[in-house]
């Protein structure tokens, strides 16, 4: 089988664990820094399976994290909150 591929290549990283408490919910992170994602990280819910590259542009969007992590809204606040401190 011939592939063709757009592109193969290995990068550092700086990965980040993180785990904390909120008021109802334990949050487990993985936080994924590289050159690839401009200035944004790669941030995976290690409880739910769930990621996304997020910047702080994205932390702004109403029902973003909400949707890509599926949490209710106050869930989806704590989280919103850890990482504007994180990402800025």
Known sequence: MERFFLYDDVEDTKTRFVSFTGESQ?????ILQSGRFFGKVL????????????????????????????RPEDEAQELREYLHELIG
């Open 43 to 70: 941030v995976l819910d290690m409880q739910l399976g769930r990621f996304a590259i997020l910047g702080s542009d994205d932390l702004e969007e109403p029902g973003y994290l909400e949707q890509v992590y599926n």
């Open 26 to 30: 334990r949050y487990d992170l993985a």
